[in-house]
């Protein structure tokens, strides 16, 4: 059973950074898509930045791309670097993952992850 642990999110005015962990057990060396996903209140969960961890496939939401990076430390510790945060980046964020035999393919649908962390809250303000 792979079980997820997030980190790493707090408060943070506009402009700021913040970077979010997730502690990945047992290791995750190859075959899987993993993801960084976040939840408004009252809004569907969407995806924001997924990575392959068998090859270099790396996807981003729109609303990530230039300003959030997502990164693994070898198969422990996967990252968000989030970077010139905006206050419509205030969610629970969530680290996701799911066993994928398609380097080339990774799903960016919430349904589509089997394994889920609890969250980590990340609060901009203006």
């Known amino acids: 059973q792979v079980q997820l642990v997030e980190s790493g999110g707090g408060s943070v005015q506009a402009g700021g950074s913040l970077r979010l962990s997730c502690a990945v057990s047992?290791?995750?060396?190859?075959?899987?898509?993993m993801g960084w996903f976040r939840q408004v209140p009252g809004k569907e969960r969407e995806g924001v930045a997924i990575i392959y961890t068998g090859g270099s496939l790396i996807w981003y939401a729109d609303s990530a791309k230039g300003r959030f990076t997502i990164s693994r430390d070898t198969a422990k510790t996967l990252y968000l670097q989030m970077n010139s945060l905006e206050s419509e980046d205030t969610a629970m964020y969530y680290c996701a993952a799911v066993l994928n035999y398609d380097p080339n393919r990774c799903p960016v649908t919430v349904d589509s992850y089997k394994y889920w962390g609890q969250g980590t809250q990340v609060t901009v303000s203006s």
């Open positions: 047992p290791n995750l060396y190859s075959n899987y898509c």
